[in-house]
């Protein structure tokens, strides 16, 4: 496994490492990427088909981490393995921000589909597996963001107020 790490001090927080990790289980979806891409496009255009599978993997991982360094959550690490590329990070201070954190790499996702969808063969390719990185990230498996968006859902969490319900059974001069 290959790591780098960066510490950065920061003023009141203390010390904050990141680590970049990269397994030799990352060799195999690698690989995949580049088979895919040659026998569909040929050599030329299929190497560059992988970089670009690659390059929106990135995107969507780099969007989780622009938009949870804006939300103040903070990253511990990030790499790729067997599964594919992953983030690791605390959770978020707050539900909403906890739903935008997770939701940004699947708006990514649907951003490169709705701009490269009406483009030329091999942008249009790349659309549409776009689209197919975003519906599998909904499927709520464990460590996923569909998993992440469904317990959001599904447990409320006390920093969004909840509806005040109001018993309106009792007259006023009861109260």
């Not at 010390?15 to 690989?31: H, T």
């Not at 990427?33 to 088909?49: K, N, T």
């Not at 990070?89 to 490269?116: D, Q, W």
């Not at 975003?134 to 460590?143: H, V």
Request: net charge positive; glycine share 10%.
């Amino acid at each position: 496994m290959l790591q780098w790490t960066s510490s950065k001090r920061q003023s009141g927080t203390g010390n904050r490492s990141r680590k970049f990790e990269i397994s030799a289980g990352a060799l195999v979806p690698g690989a995949a990427v580049l088979v895919i891409g040659v026998s569909r496009f040929g050599w030329s255009l299929g190497v560059l088909a992988a970089v670009l599978i690659v390059l929106s993997l990135v995107l969507h991982e780099a969007a989780h981490i622009v938009v949870a360094h804006f939300t103040g959550t903070a990253i511990t690490g990030a790499g790729i393995c067997l599964k594919g590329p992953y983030l690791r990070r605390k959770a978020a201070s707050t539900r909403r921000a906890e739903l935008c954190v997770t939701s940004a790499g699947l708006a990514m996702n649907a951003l490169i589909f709705i701009v490269l969808w009406n483009s030329t063969e091999l942008f249009h390719w790349l659309a549409g597996i776009n689209l197919y990185f975003a519906a599998c990230n909904l499927i709520p498996l464990g460590g996923s963001d569909g998993q992440r968006i469904l317990a959001l859902l599904r447990h409320p969490q006390p920093d969004i107020p909840q509806p005040v319900r109001r018993d309106h059974s009792l007259k006023p001069e009861q109260v």
